[in-house]
């Protein structure tokens, strides 16, 4: 089984909607990660925490919300999609003192 | 601020070897990691420098210069299968987060 899990894989939705991203993870680490990828760009960080009660703001934070609802969940929230979220997500993983471990990614598309 | 730089497209042949170079401008540094990424996949992890030097794995081997703001990927026996997006990552000083360059997609010819 992966290490770390994303849901849905693949999502379309409406400018306006509400939709949210999860993310698992089974290599108990407390640091956990929301990036987002347009194509032809790196990584972007949107959010991060360092444990179930730490949220921390990326460098592209407006219009995302997350929640960390315990060690090994935390979800990513789009509360009124926009077009210009149109992007590939990926849920990364840390212990602080090694690599990220990245999630397979989700898919986002908004119409 | 933060600034990480690498060339946006290379091209390279099976057998050969390639050369990816990475500066980057951080407000701290504690690492430098070099991800592999196939198109619409998640990022891999490839090496890891802290100290400079050179560090060899298999195939790959990565370089830093901590004083020069500069590192390397260099790939050997090129593969079809190495033709992905190269990413540079820095992580900082307190080893809280990591500020990634816009990788360098990879194409081997045959």
């Known amino acids: 089984d992966a290490d770390v899990t994303q849901t849905p894989r693949n999502r379309i939705t409406k400018t306006g909607k509400r939709i949210m991203l999860e993310c698992s993870q089974t290599?108990?680490?407390?640091?956990m990660y929301w990036y987002r990828q347009d194509p032809g760009l790196g990584l972007q960080l949107i959010y991060y925490?360092?444990?179930?009660?730490?949220?921390n703001k990326g460098e592209i934070s407006d219009g995302y919300s997350v929640s960390r609802q315990a060690q090994a969940k935390f979800s990513l929230s789009l509360e009124s999609a926009i077009p210009n979220q149109t992007a590939l997500y990926f849920c990364?993983?840390?212990?602080?003192?090694?690599?990220?471990?990245f999630g397979p990614g989700t898919r986002l598309l908004v119409l | 601020g933060q600034n990480i730089d690498q060339p946006t497209e290379m091209t390279a042949t099976e057998g050969a070897i390639v050369q990816i170079n990475c500066t980057y401008q951080?407000?701290?540094?504690?690492?430098l990691f070099w991800y592999q990424q196939h198109a619409g996949e998640a990022p891999t992890f490839l090496s890891y420098?802290?100290?400079?030097g050179l560090e060899e794995k298999g195939r790959f081997s990565s370089f830093l210069s901590r004083s020069k703001g500069y590192s390397y990927l260099l790939l050997k026996e090129l593969q079809m299968k190495d033709s992905a997006s190269y990413l540079c990552?820095?992580?900082?000083?307190?080893?809280?987060?990591?500020?990634f360059g816009p990788g360098t997609r990879l194409s081997v010819l045959p």
């Open positions: 420098n802290v100290l400079d």
């Open positions: 925490s360092f444990d179930v009660k730490d949220i």
């Open positions: 951080t407000s701290g540094f504690n690492g």
């Open positions: 990364a993983t840390s212990d602080g003192t090694e690599t990220q471990y």
């Open positions: 990552a820095v992580r900082d000083n307190y080893g809280q987060n990591f500020v």
């Open positions: 290599k108990g680490h407390d640091r």
